[in-house]
């Protein structure tokens, strides 16, 4: 079937990103300022309490592994249909020591002041591939040294993180992991986090919901984390939202497997809900760049997150036309799907939209071709992957989405440049851009209100401030509500499609697509 950029009827919210340089300002040893002298200086309110930080004693830590500028709001437009189309294994080691507990005092703050874009433009090669390129303007490029105020006298800021690196679920988040040690040494190479160090513990959990709750629990207890930074957890993320609720620690990110995880007061996710946003980025990749109608669904038996994103796209129709023909249930074990291409050649459906990692979808393409059965092939972003180039046959044309700008084009280069310099040979795509964009929004907007020893508490009041954020143009237009509910936090992604060895958005801005009647701030 031929696939045409169609015009747009729905809602489609843009963003360009204007270049503008951002200086990391961090104090000198000796000569740290106060919260409201960092407020009073940015022109913000300074509110009246002063609260006394309480010590703790450093715990031991468990056997787990450490890891070792964007925006001002944008102005929305509306892009219209017919736009055109443009262009090692992980090594387990001792963490360092950590405070047991941190202080849990909130503080209010006012809303962050606006802070110019950090872009790094750069050619990009197939696979995400490129020359180390200045994150900001005027800073040199390849590695930077690290600032010494670093080690001065403001606290370790201690993250951890958990999930499924190995194993055949790893093959679907292995993008996270390296990204998240990659942004850690890469902001620590700058100072830290506004003069924090940051320590980043990751730890492998198998899929397993007990390992998962005994891991968080160490992390909490015994590491003392701030909080917990985008899990790349693979159905063991809900399981531990209830003790992470009761410690009060938050999630920041997590890669939106976990459709339950948006309704929780803890999870601070800027990036496409898990639930229904990522219902409405799989329905709108699909419309936004086809005519197709009679929708085929294939969704794993292996993974939870395949049948509720399943139930979630067919709550959503008939949207534009599209409608389910065809669905069944497969595993990532099958040696081919003769049968279900069969079924669904013989329903009509002329787009399939499968639930499954990228040999699964490679599968099932070759399948569909060795019965002349040529239909779109559609996915989730997971196939914005640089293992999708062993794949570029049989998935060029895929269409999918992606819930920020594309991993390897220009708005992602301190990425890749992070990437290339500190993990070299891990794995690059969106799941992992992802992760390094929460990181700059710390950076960037989160970290300039913290004090010099930060609790929990004191950053989740900092995330409450974040008003219609959108770094740049990495998202369409973030704020939190203060409420359990954060499905309608964000409901927009970036259709794409893999052609031609590239992963090509649906149009050269990099326009969101939202859901109908979406708006920042909801």
């Known amino acids: 079937m031929k696939q045409q ?54 715990a031991p830590s468990g056997s787990m592994e450490t890891a070792e500028t964007l925006p001002a709001s944008q102005s929305i437009t509306v892009a219209p249909r017919g736009s055109s189309v443009s262009g090692t294994p992980p090594v387990t080691a001792q963490a360092p ?57 403001k606290s370790e800021i201690v993250f951890g993180s958990f999930g499924v690196e190995s194993g055949p679920l790893g093959t679907i988040s292995s993008a996270a992991p390296p990204a998240i040690r990659a942004w850690m040494a890469d902001v620590n190479s700058r100072g830290g986090l506004n003069g924090h160090r940051v320590r980043i513990i990751l730890a492998e959990d198998g899929g397993d919901p007990a390992r998962a709750q005994s891991i968080v629990r160490q992390m909490v207890e015994k590491d003392g984390i701030m909080a917990v930074f985008y899990p790349y957890a693979i159905g063991t993320l809900v399981p531990v939202l209830p003790y992470l609720e009761e410690k009060g620690i938050p999630v920041l990110g997590q890669m939106g497997a976990e459709t339950k995880s948006d309704y929780s007061r803890m999870v601070f996710s800027p990036i496409t809900s898990a639930d229904k946003g990522m219902s409405w980025a799989m329905v709108l990749g699909i419309t936004a760049q086809t ?84 239909p779109v092939m559609s996915g989730v972003q997971l196939i914005q992957h640089s293992d999708t180039f062993a794949y570029a046959d049989e998935l060029d044309g895929i269409v999918s989405f992606s819930r920020i700008p594309t991993y390897d084009s220009p708005k992602m280069a301190d990425y890749l440049r992070a990437m290339n310099t500190h993990q070299p040979k891990g794995p690059k795509g969106e799941l992992g851009a992802a992760a390094y964009v929460i990181g700059r929004l710390l950076e960037l907007r989160i970290a300039p209100l913290l004090d010099d020893d930060p609790s929990s508490a004191e950053l989740i009041e900092a995330l409450y401030t974040l008003k219609d954020e959108t770094l740049g143009g990495v998202f369409p237009g973030i704020t939190f509500p203060r409420e359990a ?38």
């Open 291 to 374: 005519d197709t109608k009679k929708l085929g669904i294939l969704y794993c038996s292996e993974v939870a997150a395949c049948s509720l994103q399943k139930d979630g796209v067919k709550a959503l129709l008939p949207f534009e036309g599209l409608n389910v023909a065809y669905e069944a249930q497969i595993s990532f074990v099958q040696p081919d799907y003769t049968a279900e291409t069969l079924a669904a050649q013989r329903a009509g459906v002329d787009v399939i939209l499968t639930f499954a990692d990228l040999a699964t979808l490679a599968r099932v393409a070759q399948s569909a071709r060795r019965q002349n059965y040529r």
């Open 5 to 58: 950029a169609p015009r747009f009827g729905h809602r489609v919210m843009g963003m360009l990103v204007s270049t503008v340089s951002v200086a990391l300002v961090v104090t000198a040893c000796g000569n740290v300022t106060s919260r409201e002298e960092r407020l009073a200086a940015r022109g913000l309110p300074v509110d009246a309490a002063t609260e006394a930080r309480s010590e703790s004693a450093p």
């Open 485 to 522: 509910d954060r499905s309608r936090v964000n409901l927009c992604a970036i259709p794409i499609t893999f052609k031609d060895r590239r992963f090509v958005a649906h149009d050269p801005g990099q326009t969101f697509a939202c859901a109908p009647g979406w708006k920042p701030g909801g």
């Open 97 to 153: 020591s950590a405070p047991a507990e941190r202080g849990s005092r909130p503080r209010s703050f006012a809303p962050s002041a606006p802070v110019g874009p950090v872009t790094g433009a750069a050619a990009q090669s197939p696979g995400g591939a490129s020359p180390s390129t200045p994150s900001q303007a005027g800073e040199p490029s390849g590695p930077t040294k690290a600032n010494p105020a670093a080690t001065g006298p």
